[in-house]
């Protein structure tokens, strides 16, 4: 059916409305989550967030008990007072410490804590006097001042009392720091508010200038907290104008990203005055703060309070302007901020702020382990590093928060212990469950070493307070518990995102269909001239700079002379120099030698390139014995794979320039490897661990889809596919001789749970033994079985016998019970057809038999019918656990290489605490959900689609005796790494993972053959082919 004209315009248009609402919500929700940042990593919290500027130093005792009375009674938690740092010498002979010791005895007797306000007229001459005299205050008032600020508005001229420069704050900022730590190591030493301003100087300078200007300077290290004044004008307290030229509350978010982008982030930032200004009805007036009504203002402070607690786990404590002024209410303005008036009636804040205040829930951010939202139960004990649980008794601990998600700072070593958590009543529902229903934190630490870190407890809550409850098992003498943290996530942010990301969805289809619609307007002739073009300009310098080096390469592809020494006369010269060029580099002691041979074997490689995938076919099961080069560890497989493909490249540029080389066919194998690779790449960026994860990248995924690529493009002849079959078999047989040897000699072996010795050859457990020999015995028998009697079906035959022999003697019972026998009933079915199937029963009945027996005597088969404790128990508790790992991060996966990480610091059942070093999930399907997601499950899905697919194609065309056994062979070993794989690892080990694309590779080559009968051709032939 012919589609419209207009329809791909509309498509078109469609796309790009979608696309402009997708631009649209992204930036409503910049705009709405600005200021929420991540609660991890901050400083923790006051309890008491409400704080209100106070004047009553020069007030009479009784004046200042009842105003600090009704403080504490509507809910502030501090109070803000001034001190004039002038009338406070240290030599102790001025009248100002008793005023100042009454009023703070005063404060600390209700209960409220104090900021300090160390200011005066103008900036001290001598930076360290002033220290002196804040060190003095310090140690006289110890136990009633909390945090000191040091001065007040140093940003303006009228706050500084001379020229504002940060430099020259900075100096006083340098000498009071110390000076106060060493009177009161506790205190909290407070920057000097900066009030808001859009000047540049001379007499104000911006608040947003002023703090870049000191972080600039130095000044980080110097203060503990930073402070504003996000006073609210005209605007209400929710606007989310965040802009350098507004002045509104949101100005406030403008210094935090100040904060931040210091690197200063984990400070908090707190509001030394803020507030909105009514313009009183007679007295003293201002247009300084702008102007709003005495209804407007009770509402905006309550909301401001509400806000910042909410919204910025960033935000420490807000100072309200103010209770009441120091000056007269007849000239003083700042009367129009005051709660109570001067007649002693309270303002409509009052009572919005009573409300507002009352809370026994902890705010977003982050709160200490001894905090007034915790109770503890039991014999806690408490210090600087938090809780430690109980030896004996009850140990619990409820937590109340307010908000959508609750984690838990825990101190985490090597160590064993649980934390069971649930929020109001039900398993915290960002935890992996036991089997009895309980969520879990485990606080092993991943990597063992001791660190603080923050788990997710719960996530996704309705918005409010909620009551959490923790039980610890185990764990003292840790100091466990260092403290929690509480964030609030508004529901429109996930519904923006949600929204913004259908709508990318769809503009991407509507974009593709409009180019579908008008792909016939393209001229695929003119691109493809272009692009040839473009080819002949950029292979002249490549050919330039690769002629001289490899020439044999060229020679060899040409037809030279050198042809006729090397690729026609004679099989063994090339065989030989290979192999000794590779023995000598990977043996030699000299480093000079190493680069020669290096130099050699790469030449020889390029010349043919097949043989670098015969010596990575052999090298793959002895990847654990690396070679140090230049201060690294490499295996031999890594060396080989890595010379061969670039050996291969040059090789393959080489034909391209001789126009010898052909568009290759991808197949679903090929693009799902591909994609595989791609996949892989990408989930590094996912992975909590990134180191291990890239070495696996490396060595798992990367290096062994190089050897698929060599096996599946390069011009390979039938002899050399036997030579990468051959190297296979003989690198298991070598492995099942070491292993038989040290079996007769009782070295190296491993005593099992009956006290039968198993054999592990060069592997460190009999398991990976089980593994590897289960992928090529199958390949053995069935070309000794099905292929042609020569002298290769014979030695095939003869080869069959060592590795089954070490087979048994691994008494791996993946490989016993599932993998070898599902790979040989596939082999006998091809052998004996209809016939097999009565052997295949007889077989059957007789390993039943046998297992029933060996399961009365033997206690490592007899535990497998116990599903209570052994190995089946603690299966079934792993399998558990990725599967929760999977349910967590079910599109990425925890990461390549970081199920051990995830396992044992998060995963693991309290059940099965006697085996937490498990690095894979024992189960294919798991290991590839657990590592990539359930794309990586999909894509191992479409590479075993792939195979089939190209088994089923190479069974069915194939003639060829030899040829056809092999692929029954492949088969076979495919079959083995499926049914040893639901018990055991499938792909995740780097011999394991080369072997699988070894077979892959091999099997795609068979597929070929039937679609290309030609490629099987004599090697002199093949290497003048592409693929």
Same mark, same amino acid.
């Given at each position: 059916m012919k589609l419209p004209r207009w329809l791909p315009a509309l498509c078109a248009i469609?796309?790009?409305?979608?696309?402009?609402?997708?631009?649209?919500?992204?930036?409503?929700?910049?705009?709405?989550?600005?200021?929420?940042?991540?609660?991890?990593?901050?400083?923790?919290?006051?309890?008491?967030?409400?704080?209100?500027?106070?004047? #009553?130093?020069?007030?009479?005792?009784?004046?200042?008990?009842?105003?600090?009375?009704?403080?504490?009674?509507?809910?502030? &938690?501090?109070v803000r007072q001034e001190f004039d740092w002038e009338k406070l010498p240290a030599d102790s002979s001025a009248a100002g410490w008793p005023a100042a010791a009454a009023l703070l005895q005063n404060t600390h007797a209700q209960g409220l804590r104090v900021i300090a306000v160390l200011s005066g007229a103008q900036p001290p001459a001598d930076a360290q006097q002033y220290a002196q005299v804040a060190a003095e205050f310090a140690s006289r008032f110890n136990q009633q001042v909390d945090a000191y600020e040091i001065w007040d508005e140093p940003n303006l001229r009228a706050g500084w009392g001379a020229q504002p420069a940060a430099a020259s704050y900075l100096r006083l900022l340098q000498a009071a720091y110390p000076a106060l730590h060493a009177a009161r190591p506790g205190a909290t030493v407070?920057?000097?508010?900066?009030?808001?301003?859009?000047?540049?100087?001379?007499?104000?300078?911006?608040?947003? #200038?002023?703090?870049?200007?000191?972080?600039?300077?130095?000044?980080?290290?110097?203060?503990?907290?930073?402070?504003?004044?996000?006073?609210?004008?005209?605007?209400?307290?929710?606007?989310?104008?965040?802009?350098?030229?507004?002045?509104?509350?949101?100005?406030?978010?403008?210094?935090?990203?100040?904060?931040?982008?210091?690197?200063? &982030?984990?400070?908090?930032?707190?509001?030394?005055?803020?507030?909105?200004?009514?313009?009183?009805?007679?007295?003293?007036?201002?247009?300084?703060?702008?102007?709003?009504?005495?209804?407007?203002?009770?509402?905006?402070?309550?909301?401001?309070?509400?806000?910042?607690?909410?919204?910025?786990?960033?935000?420490?404590?807000?100072?309200?302007?103010?209770?009441?002024?120091?000056?007269?209410?007849?000239?003083?303005?700042?009367? &129009?901020?005051?709660?109570?008036?001067?007649? &002693?009636?309270?303002?409509?804040?009052?009572?919005?702020?009573?409300?507002?205040?009352?809370?026994?829930?902890?705010?977003?951010?982050e709160q200490a382990a001894v905090s007034s939202f915790a109770t503890y139960t039991g014999a806690w004990k408490f210090s600087a590093l938090g809780a430690d649980i109980p030896a004996q008794g009850p140990a619990s601990v409820e937590f109340i928060f307010d908000g959508t998600e609750l984690a838990l700072r825990a101190r985490r070593a090597n160590y064993r212990a649980y934390i069971y958590a649930e929020v109001d009543g039900v398993p915290a529902n960002a935890l992996p469950v036991a089997a009895d229903g309980r969520a879990y934190v485990v606080l092993t630490a991943p990597d063992l070493q001791p660190q603080v870190t923050q788990v997710t407890l719960a996530r996704g809550l309705a918005s409010g307070r909620h009551v959490a409850r923790l039980v610890a098992e185990r764990g003292w003498d840790q100091w466990a518990i260092a403290g929690f943290a509480v964030a609030d996530v508004p529901p429109a942010h996930a519904t923006r995102t949600i929204a913004a990301g259908v709508c990318a969805a769809l503009a991407v289809l509507l974009a593709g269909a409009a180019g579908w619609g008008v792909r016939s307007s393209l001229r695929p002739a003119a691109f493809s001239r272009a692009a040839t073009q473009l080819g002949e300009r950029a292979t002249a310098p490549v050919t330039a700079v690769t002629a001289a080096i490899f020439w044999l390469s060229a020679a060899q592809t040409w037809g030279q002379p050198l042809t006729q020494l090397i690729g026609v006369r004679t099989e063994t010269l090339p065989v030989v120099l290979t192999v000794l060029s590779a023995g000598l580099f990977y043996f030699s002691p000299w480093l000079l030698l190493t680069v020669l041979s290096g130099a050699a074997m790469f030449v020889l490689l390029a010349v043919r390139p097949a043989a670098a995938a015969a010596l990575v076919a052999f090298a793959a099961p002895f990847y654990l014995l690396p070679r140090p080069m230049f201060e690294r560890m490499f295996s031999a497989v890594e060396v080989f794979t890595l010379l061969g493909a670039g050996a291969a490249l040059l090789h393959g540029m080489v034909l391209a320039v001789g126009g010898k080389a052909r568009r290759p066919q991808l197949t679903l194998l090929d693009w799902a490897v591909l994609a595989f690779a791609a996949l892989g790449t990408a989930s590094i960026f996912f992975a909590a661990q990134r180191a291990v994860a890239v070495t696996e990248l490396r060595t798992t995924v990367l290096e062994p889809v190089l050897l698929y690529l060599l096996l599946r493009f390069i011009p390979m002849a039938e002899r050399e596919r036997w030579q990468v079959v051959d190297a296979f078999l003989a690198g298991a047989l070598l492995v099942a001789l070491v292993g038989l040897g040290q079996y007769a000699s009782g070295t190296n072996l491993i005593t099992a749970e009956d006290g039968v010795l198993r054999l592990r050859s060069v592997y460190g457990s009999p398991n990976n033994v089980g593994l590897y020999l289960g992928r090529a015995l199958p390949v053995a028998l069935a070309v000794a079985l099905l292929g042609v009697r020569d002298l290769r079906g014979r030695m095939y035959a003869v080869v069959a016998l060592p590795l089954a022999a070490a087979l048994w003697l691994s008494f791996s019972r993946g490989a016993l019970l599932l993998g070898v026998p599902a790979a040989l009933a596939v082999v006998l079915l091809f052998w004996g057809g209809r016939r097999a199937w009565p052997v295949l029963a007889a077989a059957g009945a007789g390993g039943l038999l046998v297992l029933l027996l060996i399961a009365g005597r033997s206690p490592r088969f007899a535990r497998l019918a116990d599903y209570t404790q052994g190995p089946v128990f603690f299966r079934l508790q792993l399998w558990r656990s990725a599967l929760a790992m999977v349910r967590d991060a079910p599109l990425t996966g925890v990461g390549l290489d970081n199920f051990l990480y995830a396992y044992r610091g998060r995963y693991i059942a309290p059940a099965a605490w006697q085996e937490p070093n498990l690095s894979h999930a024992h189960n294919w399907l798991l290991d590839f959900a657990t590592r990539l997601g359930l794309p990586g499950l999909l894509l191992a899905g479409a590479m075993l689609a792939g195979f089939w697919q190209q088994a089923r194609r190479a069974l069915g065309g194939l003639r060829d005796p030899a040829a056809r056994a092999l692929a029954v062979g492949l088969c076979a070993a495919m079959v083995n790494v499926l049914a040893h794989g639901l018990v055991d690892a499938s792909y995740w080990f780097v011999d394991l993972a080369f072997a699988f694309m070894l077979i892959c590779g091999l099997m795609a080559q068979l597929g070929r053959m039937v679609n290309s009968p030609a490629a099987a051709v004599p090697a002199t032939q093949a290497s003048s082919r592409g693929s």
């Amino acid at each position: 059916m012919k589609l419209p004209r207009w329809l791909p315009a509309l498509c078109a248009i469609a796309a790009a409305g979608l696309l402009a609402a997708t631009v649209a919500l992204l930036v409503q929700d910049a705009r709405m989550m600005r200021g929420r940042s991540s609660v991890a990593g901050l400083a923790p919290r006051p309890a008491n967030l409400a704080g209100i500027n106070v004047a #009553l130093l020069d007030a009479k005792p009784a004046a200042q008990q009842a105003a600090l009375q009704a403080i504490a009674g509507i809910g502030f &938690g501090w109070v803000r007072q001034e001190f004039d740092w002038e009338k406070l010498p240290a030599d102790s002979s001025a009248a100002g410490w008793p005023a100042a010791a009454a009023l703070l005895q005063n404060t600390h007797a209700q209960g409220l804590r104090v900021i300090a306000v160390l200011s005066g007229a103008q900036p001290p001459a001598d930076a360290q006097q002033y220290a002196q005299v804040a060190a003095e205050f310090a140690s006289r008032f110890n136990q009633q001042v909390d945090a000191y600020e040091i001065w007040d508005e140093p940003n303006l001229r009228a706050g500084w009392g001379a020229q504002p420069a940060a430099a020259s704050y900075l100096r006083l900022l340098q000498a009071a720091y110390p000076a106060l730590h060493a009177a009161r190591p506790g205190a909290t030493v407070v920057l000097g508010s900066l009030s808001p301003s859009i000047d540049s100087g001379p007499d104000n300078i911006s608040d947003l #200038l002023f703090l870049r200007q000191l972080y600039a300077a130095g000044a980080a290290p110097f203060f503990d907290v930073a402070s504003g004044k996000p006073y609210g004008f005209a605007a209400d307290a929710q606007a989310l104008r965040v802009e350098a030229g507004a002045f509104n509350f949101s100005r406030f978010i403008l210094l935090r990203e100040e904060m931040e982008r210091a690197g200063d &982030g984990r400070k908090q930032l707190w509001a030394g005055n803020f507030g909105w200004y009514v313009q009183p009805v007679s007295g003293a007036a201002s247009n300084e703060w702008g102007a709003v009504s005495a209804a407007r203002q009770a509402a905006n402070s309550a909301a401001a309070f509400a806000r910042a607690r909410q919204e910025w786990p960033w935000a420490g404590v807000m100072a309200l302007e103010n209770w009441q002024p120091a000056g007269p209410s007849g000239s003083d303005p700042r009367w &129009g901020f005051a709660l109570r008036a001067a007649d &002693g009636s309270d303002s409509a804040g009052v009572a919005a702020l009573q409300k507002t205040l009352a809370t026994d829930a902890a705010p977003p951010g982050e709160q200490a382990a001894v905090s007034s939202f915790a109770t503890y139960t039991g014999a806690w004990k408490f210090s600087a590093l938090g809780a430690d649980i109980p030896a004996q008794g009850p140990a619990s601990v409820e937590f109340i928060f307010d908000g959508t998600e609750l984690a838990l700072r825990a101190r985490r070593a090597n160590y064993r212990a649980y934390i069971y958590a649930e929020v109001d009543g039900v398993p915290a529902n960002a935890l992996p469950v036991a089997a009895d229903g309980r969520a879990y934190v485990v606080l092993t630490a991943p990597d063992l070493q001791p660190q603080v870190t923050q788990v997710t407890l719960a996530r996704g809550l309705a918005s409010g307070r909620h009551v959490a409850r923790l039980v610890a098992e185990r764990g003292w003498d840790q100091w466990a518990i260092a403290g929690f943290a509480v964030a609030d996530v508004p529901p429109a942010h996930a519904t923006r995102t949600i929204a913004a990301g259908v709508c990318a969805a769809l503009a991407v289809l509507l974009a593709g269909a409009a180019g579908w619609g008008v792909r016939s307007s393209l001229r695929p002739a003119a691109f493809s001239r272009a692009a040839t073009q473009l080819g002949e300009r950029a292979t002249a310098p490549v050919t330039a700079v690769t002629a001289a080096i490899f020439w044999l390469s060229a020679a060899q592809t040409w037809g030279q002379p050198l042809t006729q020494l090397i690729g026609v006369r004679t099989e063994t010269l090339p065989v030989v120099l290979t192999v000794l060029s590779a023995g000598l580099f990977y043996f030699s002691p000299w480093l000079l030698l190493t680069v020669l041979s290096g130099a050699a074997m790469f030449v020889l490689l390029a010349v043919r390139p097949a043989a670098a995938a015969a010596l990575v076919a052999f090298a793959a099961p002895f990847y654990l014995l690396p070679r140090p080069m230049f201060e690294r560890m490499f295996s031999a497989v890594e060396v080989f794979t890595l010379l061969g493909a670039g050996a291969a490249l040059l090789h393959g540029m080489v034909l391209a320039v001789g126009g010898k080389a052909r568009r290759p066919q991808l197949t679903l194998l090929d693009w799902a490897v591909l994609a595989f690779a791609a996949l892989g790449t990408a989930s590094i960026f996912f992975a909590a661990q990134r180191a291990v994860a890239v070495t696996e990248l490396r060595t798992t995924v990367l290096e062994p889809v190089l050897l698929y690529l060599l096996l599946r493009f390069i011009p390979m002849a039938e002899r050399e596919r036997w030579q990468v079959v051959d190297a296979f078999l003989a690198g298991a047989l070598l492995v099942a001789l070491v292993g038989l040897g040290q079996y007769a000699s009782g070295t190296n072996l491993i005593t099992a749970e009956d006290g039968v010795l198993r054999l592990r050859s060069v592997y460190g457990s009999p398991n990976n033994v089980g593994l590897y020999l289960g992928r090529a015995l199958p390949v053995a028998l069935a070309v000794a079985l099905l292929g042609v009697r020569d002298l290769r079906g014979r030695m095939y035959a003869v080869v069959a016998l060592p590795l089954a022999a070490a087979l048994w003697l691994s008494f791996s019972r993946g490989a016993l019970l599932l993998g070898v026998p599902a790979a040989l009933a596939v082999v006998l079915l091809f052998w004996g057809g209809r016939r097999a199937w009565p052997v295949l029963a007889a077989a059957g009945a007789g390993g039943l038999l046998v297992l029933l027996l060996i399961a009365g005597r033997s206690p490592r088969f007899a535990r497998l019918a116990d599903y209570t404790q052994g190995p089946v128990f603690f299966r079934l508790q792993l399998w558990r656990s990725a599967l929760a790992m999977v349910r967590d991060a079910p599109l990425t996966g925890v990461g390549l290489d970081n199920f051990l990480y995830a396992y044992r610091g998060r995963y693991i059942a309290p059940a099965a605490w006697q085996e937490p070093n498990l690095s894979h999930a024992h189960n294919w399907l798991l290991d590839f959900a657990t590592r990539l997601g359930l794309p990586g499950l999909l894509l191992a899905g479409a590479m075993l689609a792939g195979f089939w697919q190209q088994a089923r194609r190479a069974l069915g065309g194939l003639r060829d005796p030899a040829a056809r056994a092999l692929a029954v062979g492949l088969c076979a070993a495919m079959v083995n790494v499926l049914a040893h794989g639901l018990v055991d690892a499938s792909y995740w080990f780097v011999d394991l993972a080369f072997a699988f694309m070894l077979i892959c590779g091999l099997m795609a080559q068979l597929g070929r053959m039937v679609n290309s009968p030609a490629a099987a051709v004599p090697a002199t032939q093949a290497s003048s082919r592409g693929s």
